[in-house]
């Protein structure tokens, strides 16, 4: 069973960067395609960027293009979200998910309506002065 872990998320300050990590212990993630979310408290949660199998094609919402970056790593078999140019709206939690690599490809500004197979328990990111 995949189980997927984030960390790095923390306190930073307003223009600064943190970088996110998702990892499934035991597993490689390079196969799947992967989406990130967050939540803020009191809102929905917002899908905000995906890549597809492998180094496959990525997806960026409007609110995070420009600023996050998300990578894998074949060698590691995690994935990895940069966030730069940080600023208090972008305080929630966030969260990694993984599509089984049998269930599909998809990465696209649809990526909010499917069923990911795999969560993270999330990891908060709060930015502040």
């Known amino acids: 069973q995949v189980q997927l872990v984030e960390s790095g998320g923390g306190l930073v300050q307003p223009g600064g960067s943190l970088r996110l990590s998702c990892a499934a212990p035991?597993?490689?993630?390079?196969?799947?395609?992967i989406g990130w979310f967050r939540q803020a408290p009191g809102k929905e949660r917002e899908a905000l960027l995906c890549?597809?199998?492998?180094?496959?094609?990525?997806w960026y919402a409007s609110s995070v293009a420009g600023r996050f970056t998300i990578s894998k790593d074949i060698t590691t078999g995690t994935v990895r979200l940069q966030m730069n140019s940080l600023q208090p709206e972008d305080t929630a939690v966030y969260y990694c998910?993984?599509?089984?690599?049998?269930?599909?490809?998809?990465?696209?500004?649809?990526?909010?309506?499917?069923?990911?197979?795999?969560w993270g328990q999330g990891t908060q990111v709060t930015v502040s002065s």
């Open positions: 890549m597809s199998t492998q180094n496959g094609p990525t």
């Open positions: 998910a993984a599509e089984d690599p049998d269930g599909g490809t998809y990465c696209g500004p649809d990526m909010g309506r499917r069923t990911y197979d795999y």
């Open positions: 035991g597993f490689t993630l390079w196969n799947h395609a």
